[in-house]
């Protein structure tokens, strides 16, 4: 132990000076770092998004007034888009629990993809003989086009929920699955040490690092698994698997055997902004996990 | 061996020796330490009958050039892995500080230093002041709400040095801890370490490569020579402190551990 009583006196001086000399430090190198405004960043998100909206409605508005195809057949967006507003404020997409009905199921099915989805993932990347043998498995089972799935889920549970929900699940389930595998497998070795070296064990460690560092894979799953659920959700409306309320997706078909194209292509918008609104609250969610954790650069 | 946990300190005074938590160094012991990786033909010995022994409150600096096992020394120390041959004991707490700070980047630096009590088994309130005391002890009351990456990289390791403390260690062991900061924030930290050293006279094992940040911080540097590593030569330090990392002092020692440095390395050739 060295002799520390002759120090005292110019100990606290020294104190003093390197806490000077910290703070300026610390002030230069945080300098610049400000964020920019709220106003700023929704303008420069939003601009080129309602540039490339634009283009499309332009070059749709184009292909219709070719006369390409008679304007019953494909109409331009402006009587679309009437009658999406009409469709929307005259509760004809409401009629009968059309939308209701839909979003009933997609929350149910994507809920219980989820759940299922999250206890594979987590068995799977707990249990080494399961990982090896499943994992590729899960995988594979997603570059099945979910639509594919119905004849075995219509022989299975016949015409009804039960078949849409067996799609939608076995759909979206491996996507949720993925993420958290991926999430695992994902966590910095250095934070595992440093969890460990500050007395984490077994299921501290799993509860404190692995799951809080598997987060923002888990939530790219979860997107990815409600795109999933969504067409394949849509898929089963469309070929009418729903034996009870069509659903939007089984709307759609409906307008199109009755002749009422515009009323279709009015449905057809409905079903991507309600995909879309879906989608960006999970991008919402992703980035700011992200933002938190700074990898994402705040000045970009 | 281990000693009983250290009572946790009272209250959030100012800084200085006198409300330092009663942390106080513990020995640390290796006994002909080998440590060997793998087996059969393509086995790494890492370390080979190493016996070291820093003294309660000592602050042993351990250099060498690659290979000499100086990761694998502390990693042994930490508990985190275990020697192939030999005995190695510690008479109290240990924390390890790493060269990148091992934050986790999803916890405020507040959240960061309570996880280490938490882990601890200390109560929520008794936390909230403990944060208080160590986020000041490292000059950071002020930052408590940042995150990780909102701060440069001089100051997450000042965090780390904080979460260190959380656990009472007795024994910092630090693994080129300024080795990724700029030459002027590793002098500043230098000093900063001396102070906290001094304040709370816990035992410190620090690995380096740099000889002039041995030569400054050390009571006592220890030469390990590479594959195996192996204990070449020590050099007691007794230039009195506070040091500067420009003392011609603290220059001369760390041209005459260089010298031996260099025959070490040269002895691979």
Known sequence: MPDTTLQIASDTVAAADIDRELAGLDALELAGRERTSF???????????????????????????????????????????????????????????????????????????????????ALMSQVKVLRTGAASLVTGLQTMPSVLWYPMALVLFKLGEGAIMFVVVIGAAPSVANGILAGSDQVPPILMRAGRVLGARRFTLWKEVVLPASLPAFVSGLKQGWAFSWRSLMAGELIGAATG????????????????????YAAMILILLIGIGVDSIFNVAEKSINRRRGLIDAAA | MTDLA???????????????????????????????????????????????KAEAGEFVCLIGASGCGKSTLLNLVAGLDRPTAGTVSTAGRTALMFQESALFPWLTVTRNIELALKLQGA??????????????????????????????????????????FAQDADIVLMDEPFGALDAMTRDLLHDELERLWTERGFTCLFVTHNVREAARLADRVVLLSSRPGRVACEFPNNIPRPRRIDDPTVSAMAAEITLQLRSEVARHA
């Open chain 2, 6 to 52: 250290t009572p946790p300190a009272e209250g959030i005074g100012t800084r200085g020796a006198a409300s330092a938590p009663s942390t106080s160094g513990a020995e640390v012991r290796l006994d002909g330490v080998s440590k060997m990786f793998g087996s059969g033909a393509t086995a790494v010995h890492a370390l080979d009958r190493v016996s070291l």
């Open chain 2, 123 to 164: 109560g929520r309130s008794q936390r909230k002041a403990r944060v208080q005391e160590l986020l000041a002890s490292v000059h950071l009351d002020e930052f408590g709400d940042k995150r990780p990456h909102e701060l440069s990289g001089g100051m997450r390791q000042r965090v780390a040095l904080a979460r260190a």
């Open chain 1, 39 to 121: 106003g700023a960043r929704t303008w420069n998100a939003a601009w080129p998004k309602v540039l490339a909206l634009l283009s499309v409605l332009l070059l749709w508005q184009l292909v219709a007034a070719s006369n390409w195809k008679p304007n019953y057949v494909l109409p331009g967006p402006d009587p679309v888009l009437r009658q999406f507003w009409d469709s929307l404020t005259s509760g004809e997409f409401t009629r009968s629990g059309l939308v209701f009905t839909t979003l009933r199921r997609a929350l149910l099915g994507f809920s219980l993809a989820v759940s299922i989805g999250t206890v594979i993932g």
């Open chain 1, 245 to 264: 309320n069509p659903g939007i997706g089984g709307y759609l078909d409906i307008q199109r055997t009755n002749l009422a194209y515009t009323q279709m």
